[in-house]
């Protein structure tokens, strides 16, 4: 099945992987200058036993012959991430003219990052005005946490997708747009579904990407995911509370993240008890009345 993904320098790659890890007695076509070769390959298995294997391993994977990886479904993702780009443009324009920073907020799911930006809105609470859109698959249930501080909600559900969309991208951010009155704003906090793959790969027009990281996740994180890393200007280090409960080192992480991201701001905190959010605000509020 193919996988793509979008590097730093915009370009799109799809890399295809053989599901069963072997090709048993199968020949594979390859296109060179507009001529098919087919080159054959003979394991000198049993053919009985070839028969029964595969039938036993397409059991197994099912069927994929209709997802097939080529020239043409590479120039289609090429046209998705440029529109998605034109959006996304569109959007920072919009937040330009109205002077508000926006900050997308990243993290995987359990990360502590709805009641981290629950703290957050309770301390800008009177002296910064802050809109949040909301992005989860399904429920309201974390914008209603966020509900009750002052801050404009708008919820965006990407549940009508395949099996529920795991990031939120610039068209969708234009919509949200319309339940957030931008002229009133100061800051906007875009809370992104839960996911250390997929929304580091989507601009949405952001001043910022930030995103929460729990001791909880191990130390190995930045070198196991390092797009969603190496994407990001800040990374809140959550659940600090837990440490005495815990074996994390510290020191191994922040190796593992200068080996991706050397630059990244990393604040050390606890959003359960407010230890150390401080920095974390003053970084979070730049550039607005409270920054």
Same mark, same amino acid.
């Given at each position: 099945?193919g !996988?793509?993904?979008?590097?730093?320098?915009?370009?799109?790659?799809?890399?295809?992987?053989?599901?069963?890890?072997?090709?048993?007695?199968?020949?594979?076509d390859?296109?060179h200058?507009?001529?098919t070769h087919s080159?054959?390959?003979?394991?000198?298995?049993d053919?009985?036993?070839?028969?029964?294997?595969?039938?036993?391993? %397409?059991?197994?994977?099912?069927?994929?012959?209709e *997802?097939?990886t080529? /020239? =043409?479904?590479?120039?289609?993702?090429?046209d998705?991430y440029a529109?998605n780009?034109?959006? %996304?443009?569109?959007n !920072?324009r919009?937040f330009?003219?109205?002077?508000?920073? $926006?900050?997308?907020?990243?993290?995987? @799911?359990?990360?502590?990052?709805t009641?981290?930006?629950q /703290?957050?809105? %309770?301390?800008l609470e009177?002296? $910064?005005?802050v809109g949040?859109?909301?992005?989860d698959? =399904?429920? @309201?249930?974390?914008?209603e /946490?966020?509900?009750? *501080?002052?801050?404009?909600?708008?919820?965006l559900?990407?549940?009508?997708?395949?099996?529920?969309?795991?990031h939120?991208?610039?068209?969708?951010i234009?919509?949200?747009? /319309?339940?957030l009155?931008?002229?009133?704003?100061?800051?906007?906090?875009?809370?992104n579904?839960g996911?250390?793959?997929?929304?580091a790969?989507?601009?949405?027009g952001?001043?910022?990407k930030?995103? $929460? *990281?729990a001791?909880?996740?191990?130390?190995?994180?930045?070198?196991? *995911?390092?797009?969603?890393?190496?994407s990001?200007e800040?990374?809140?280090?959550?659940?600090?509370?837990?440490a @005495?409960y815990l074996?994390?080192?510290m020191?191994?992480?922040y190796?593992?993240v200068a080996?991706?991201?050397?630059?990244a701001?990393?604040?050390?905190?606890s959003?359960r008890t407010?230890?150390? $959010?401080?920095?974390w605000?003053?970084?979070l509020?730049?550039g607005?009345?409270?920054g």
């Open positions: 099945m !996988r793509f993904h979008r590097h730093d320098d915009g370009s799109v790659h799809s890399h295809d992987h053989d599901e069963a890890g072997h090709d048993h007695g199968h020949a594979h390859h296109d200058d507009g001529h080159h054959p390959h003979d394991h000198s298995h053919e009985g036993h070839d028969h029964v294997h595969d039938e036993a391993l %397409a059991e197994l994977i099912g069927d994929h012959s *997802y097939q080529g /020239r =043409e479904r590479i120039q289609i993702l090429e998705i529109e780009d034109r959006l %996304a443009d569109a !920072r919009a330009d003219a109205a002077g508000v920073r $926006v900050v997308n907020l990243m993290s995987s @799911p359990g990360s502590g990052k009641t981290l930006l /703290r957050s809105l %309770a301390a009177g002296s $910064v005005r949040v859109i909301e992005g698959i =399904e429920t @309201p249930l974390d914008a /946490r966020l509900g009750g *501080y002052g801050a404009q909600i708008s919820l559900n990407t549940g009508n997708g395949f099996g529920g969309e795991c939120l991208d610039a068209p969708m234009a919509k949200a747009l /319309r339940g009155d931008l002229s009133t704003l100061d800051l906007v906090v875009i809370e579904v996911n250390l793959v997929c929304p790969e989507f601009e949405v952001e001043h910022a930030a995103m $929460v *990281y001791i909880t996740e191990g130390e190995d994180k930045p070198l196991k *995911y390092p797009v969603m890393f190496r990001v800040a990374i809140c280090v959550n659940k600090l509370d837990l @005495p074996d994390f080192d020191d191994l992480f190796r593992n080996a991706v991201n050397p630059t701001k990393v604040f050390e905190l959003a407010g230890e150390g $959010v401080e920095p605000l003053a970084w509020t730049e607005t009345a409270a």
